[in-house]
Structure formats: structure tokens, C-alpha cells
């Protein structure tokens, strides 16, 4: 069992930058591939960005190359979300989540994963 917990979210303006944490319980975190979702409000929950196992392979929404950067610690058993040039229409609930097949694939970006966190809120204001 996998327990995810995500913090750093918050108000923005336009422009500005935010980093999120997802903190991982378990000794397996290191062999997992993680990823970022958001959902928005009315809005169905949608891909943002995977980094698998090794952290040798990322993947990112089209939406947010270029902008948005995922690392991870396996140390501090800790992933980040780094969200640069922020706009509007990044405004969502942001979710982790952790899979236990460490080849990145698009079920995944699909959202087929196996654990998800409660999710931080992140509001970018214009």
C-alpha cells in the first residue's frame, strides 16, 4: 500500500511559479512510476506529467511542456511538480499518483494508476 499526500499548492498570479511536493509512504517508492493530474472545475481529470522508476524517462501533457518540470527524490521518498509562466487555465486540483508497472505507457496518462493522493489546490489568478 501506497499513501500520497501533496502540498505546495495555492494562489498565483499570472506568470508566477509554483513547485508541488507529493510525499510517499512505503519502502517500494523508488520502483514506482509517478505522476501529476489536475482537474479543473467542471471538468474532467486530465494528464499533466509521468516520471518513471529511474527517473530516466518523463512524460508531459502537450499543455505544459516547456512550463511544467517533474523530478523526484527517491531519498526523501518525495516527487515534484515544478509549474513555471503559470496561467489561467492552470487553475485546478492537482493529483498524485503512483503505478507499480515502471515502463511509462499511455494507460498511465490515461489514468490508470494505481494509488492517488487527496490533491492540493492551485489557483492562478489573471
Known amino acids: 500500500q501506497v499513501q500520497l499526500v501533496e502540498s505546495g499548492g495555492g494562489l498565483v498570479q499570472a506568470g508566477g511559479s509554483l513547485r508541488l511536493s507529493c510525499a510517499a509512504s512505503g519502502r517500494t517508492f523508488s520502483s514506482y512510476t509517478m505522476g501529476w493530474f489536475r482537474q479543473a472545475p467542471g471538468k474532467e481529470r486530465v494528464f499533466v506529467a509521468l516520471i518513471s522508476w529511474s527517473a530516466g524517462s518523463t512524460r508531459y501533457a502537450d499543455s505544459v511542456k516547456g512550463r511544467f518540470t517533474i523530478s523526484r527524490d527517491s531519498a526523501k521518498n518525495t516527487v515534484y511538480l515544478q509549474m513555471n509562466s503559470l496561467k489561467p487555465e492552470d487553475t485546478a486540483v492537482y493529483y498524485c499518483?503512483?503505478?507499480?508497472?515502471?515502463?511509462?505507457?499511455?494507460?498511465?496518462?490515461?489514468?490508470?494508476?494505481?494509488?492517488w493522493g487527496k490533491g492540493t489546490l492551485v489557483t492562478v489568478s489573471s
Open positions: 499518483a503512483a503505478d507499480q508497472r515502471r515502463l511509462l505507457s499511455t494507460a498511465q496518462a490515461m489514468g490508470s494508476m494505481d494509488y
